[in-house]
């Protein structure tokens, strides 16, 4: 098999820390409602129809690049009755 | 009819990332669609998210829902990123482990299948794929949980 003769990190270029801080905490958060979703045995179209929202929000959220507020985040660990994050 | 190969970018444990190389090209598809988008004025911002991305899932994995389903019901192509952006980048998800890196543009038709350029980069992807899975049957590609093991040179 041959190797690219750049790594990944090198083709990728500099990243932002800002932007990587971001990411991370957005795929944490994606992670976290997906597990908590298998927990209470959820699929997608259950869970949004289960908080009024179309399915295709639920993919996004799902999909680790989506921006929550702090509004939806809120309703979500309200939701569950768990925290979504953790602050400090 | 093209001659690729398939080269290894980087190998883990959660991840093991590759791109398609054409023989007549000096970049390899992946090199391409940066070139075409780290520099640009118009979408250099979505190229940096997706290259982030692209930077988690090489360390954590490649689970399905962190893609665009795109291409048909029968093959593994999907596309970066899911939120709102023009830029799409084509991929090979072989599994949550195995991801195959290939060239993307900006989507501006409302499938990409109306756009022959976009269209020609997720054929090339549908088109290796069934090259590997052919492979896998005669012997001459091996895929375990993590790694594709092939020095073919395939032909599209």
């Known amino acids: 098999m041959k190797r690219t003769t750049r790594s990944l990190e090198e083709m990728l270029g500099p990243i932002p820390e800002t932007v990587k801080a971001e990411v991370d905490l957005s795929f944490e958060i994606s992670d976290r409602i997906d597990l908590l979703m298998r927990e209470r045995g959820l699929t997608k179209k259950q869970f949004a129809d289960a908080l009024g929202r179309r399915p295709s929000e639920i993919t996004k959220w799902l999909s680790g690049q989506h921006n929550f507020t702090i509004s939806t985040l809120a309703m979500l660990s309200s939701f569950f009755g768990q925290p979504i994050v953790t602050v400090g | ?156």
């Open chain 2, 1 to 156: 009819m093209s001659e690729v190969e398939l080269y290894l970018i980087q190998d883990g444990d959660n991840c093991t990332i590759y791109t398609l190389q054409f023989l007549r090209d000096t970049e390899n598809e992946f090199e391409k669609f940066i070139s075409k988008f780290k520099e640009s004025a118009e979408y250099s911002e979505d190229y940096i998210r997706i290259a982030a991305f692209i930077s988690r899932i090489a360390r954590t994995g490649a689970s399905e829902r962190y893609f665009r389903q795109e291409g048909k019901m029968n093959d593994s192509v999907v596309a970066l990123p899911v939120i709102s952006s023009k830029l799409r980048l084509y991929c090979l998800r072989l599994s949550d482990k195995i991801l195959i890196l290939g060239n993307g543009g900006v989507k501006s038709t409302r499938t990409y299948d109306e756009d022959p350029t976009l269209k020609g980069y997720v054929m090339t992807l549908q088109k290796f794929e069934n090259l590997l899975r052919q492979g896998i049957e005669d012997g001459s590609v091996t895929l375990t949980e993590t790694t594709i093991g092939t020095d073919n040179i395939f032909e599209l």
